[in-house]
T-cell receptor, first 114, second 119 residues
Framework: DAGITQSPRYKITETGRQVTLMCHQTWSHSYMFWYRQDLGHGLRLIYYSAAADITDKGEVPDGYVVSRSKTENFPLTLESATRSQTSVYFC?????????????FGPGTRLTVL | AQTVTQSQPEMSVQEAETVTLSCTYDTSESDYYLFWYKQPPSRQMILVIRQEAYKQQNATENRFSVNFQKAAKSFSLKISDSQLGDAAMYFCAYRSARNYGGSQGNLIFGKGTKLSVKP
């Protein structure tokens, strides 16, 4: 199906483990974003990517790593998960950064770190 | 840095009535975009309405309209004829029109307003 998908939708892991959240979009959008959503904070930007092999930090990047070898995929890795990374993670994409281009969001991944 | 403030953590409206959700923002930029997103219990983020800062005319989308006051840096959302399906979290978001510099194109969100609709 066309659109933006995330996997897994739910994940439970333990402190110290490595976890990778996947994001895939079928529109060939240049820009992709990772946000986390926590109660009382709204959504905050973790990392973004302007194109394949171009990534940059957002507001809360510590503890996360991203890569973008292909335009359509933008995985987010927690190298050593901590309880403070328990959150809902959203991936988004848009055609460009400038202008009022709409950002389209994936369905989110709920991550619990025990 | 830009900030977005939603001062109403929760709101309630009677079905078929009108409700207004508040949003203020702070920026030194003159060109930007403002958005309202809806997040129902499914967690999916759905774009409700968008406003370009350079347009004086308020955006409307069916039962949804905004009151954009650029000088006051205010961007409220009005929902008319509220329906049960309107119950959700609503997020106000800001996006710079710049296409350079850090955090290009990302949205800056408020903390959200939870809207309940009473039958």
């Amino acid at each position: 199906d066309a659109g933006i998908t995330q996997s897994p939708r739910y994940k439970i892991t333990e402190t110290g483990r490595q976890v990778t959240l996947m994001c895939h979009q079928t529109w060939s959008h240049s820009y992709m974003f990772w946000y986390r959503q926590d109660l009382g904070h709204g959504l905050r930007l973790i990392y973004y990517s302007a194109a394949a092999d171009i990534t940059d930090k957002g507001e809360v990047p510590d503890g996360y790593v991203v890569s973008r070898s292909k335009t359509e995929n933008f995985p987010l890795t927690l190298e050593s998960a901590t309880r403070s990374q328990t959150s809902v993670y959203f991936c988004a994409s848009s055609e460009s950064a400038g202008g009022g281009r709409t950002q389209y969001f994936g369905p989110g991944t709920r991550l619990t770190v025990l | 840095a830009q900030t977005v403030t939603q001062s109403q953590p929760e709101m309630s409206v009677q079905e078929a009535e009108t409700v207004t959700l508040s949003c203020t923002y702070d920026t030194s930029e003159s060109d930007y975009y403002l958005f309202w997103y809806k997040q129902p219990p499914s967690r999916q983020m759905i774009l409700v309405i968008r406003q370009e800062a350079y347009k004086q005319q308020n955006a409307t989308e069916n039962r949804f309209s905004v009151n954009f006051q650029k000088a006051a840096k205010s961007f409220s959302l009005k929902i008319s004829d509220s329906q049960l399906g309107d119950a959700a979290m609503y997020f106000c978001a800001y996006r710079s029109a710049r296409n350079y510099g850090g955090s290009q194109g990302n949205l800056i969100f408020g903390k959200g307003t939870k809207l309940s609709v009473k039958p």
